[in-house]
């Protein structure tokens, strides 16, 4: 054989890292020496897999073919070298949006290492679109997403069931009105999550397009932020049920139903079409998939206390 699995794992690692010396800091070997691996693998074939241009590099159409072949050897390659270890299981990349990983996904990976002692696994949590992007980068094993994706390169698979609501504190007069319609709501300052998160791209679509120029006070990154702007009076917010749950049971938060609109959704799992499905993701798949037997929905989750 002409090749190694170092050489296909340096080479993954560069194409990740789009630089030789990022992708020699995380592999711990030289600069030099990664950068020879690469040389050697282009030269063996006769076959560049990098368009270089200045010192960053970017693959060029034979390397994108390859990364896929390359990841799904790799992979397999650490299902060996954790059987051989003692290990049943290798190394897990989790990746799950803001809702889902503040509230459900830390759940299921504890069940999975309680199930798995010793099974290294890690997990991301970031907006739908970097989930996404870690994804089609190979940086993830399986994503648990709350937006809506459609890309020819990932498998989604529909999971549980979710709703936005609209919510105010308990003092707002929203809150002692009942229904509220558009224009009451247009009237409002609301308190988002950034763009490129699945709850905002809901919204979005389904409010925010109603409302014409409505005023945007704040956008953040973080559910229980916006929890703690909106219980302090700063403005009216929409998230998830399963974020709100604790609180609107409590009364520091209220529910404003606007039976207007569309706001019931799904959480997906996704999955890279051609990445190997590793013994470890599959287990954590199977987790995730029991779920929807034990109770098809947010609303009849066991979740952790959150004030």
């Not at 809702?99 to 069940?111: E, P, Q, R, S």
Request: charged share 20%; proline share 5%.
């Amino acid at each position: 054989m002409k090749l190694t699995l170092r050489q296909l794992e340096v080479f993954a690692v560069i194409a990740r890292a789009e630089n030789v010396s990022k992708a020699a800091l995380t592999l711990a070997m030289s600069q030099s020496a990664a950068s020879s691996a690469l040389l050697e693998l282009e030269r063996q074939f006769d076959c560049p897999l990098f368009d270089r241009i200045g010192k960053s590099l970017h693959l060029n159409a034979t390397g994108r073919g390859l990364l896929p072949l390359a990841e799904n050897l790799l992979a397999q390659a650490r299902d060996v070298e954790a059987y051989l270890g003692g290990s049943a299981l290798g190394p897990l990349q989790v990746g799950a949006t803001l809702t889902i990983g503040n509230y459900l996904a830390t759940l299921i990976v504890a069940d999975y290492m309680q199930q798995h002692p010793g099974a290294p696994v890690q997990l991301h949590v970031a907006n739908t679109e970097a989930i996404v992007s870690q994804l089609l980068r190979f940086e993830c094993d399986l994503g648990l997403i709350e937006g809506e994706v459609a890309h020819r390169d990932l498998v989604v698979e529909p999971w549980l069931a979710d709703e936005l609501v609209v919510f105010c504190a308990p003092q707002h007069p929203l809150a002692q009105g009942g229904a509220a319609d558009t224009a009451s709501l247009a009237r409002q300052a609301w308190i988002l999550r950034e763009p490129g998160s699945g709850t905002r791209s809901q919204f979005d679509r389904e409010i925010g397009a109603h409302l014409g120029a409505f005023d945007l006070r704040l956008e953040l990154e973080h559910t229980e932020a916006i929890k703690r702007a909106v219980e302090s009076g700063l403005g009216i917010g929409c998230l998830s049920r399963m974020a709100l749950r604790e609180a609107l049971r409590r009364g520091s938060l209220v529910e404003v139903p606007t039976p207007q609109f569309a706001l019931d959704r799904r959480f997906y799992i996704a999955r890279h079409r051609q990445r190997h499905l590793s013994a470890a993701a599959g287990r954590l798949l199977d987790l995730c998939r029991a779920l929807i037997a034990a109770t098809p929905d947010t609303r009849g989750l066991r979740l952790p206390y959150i004030p």
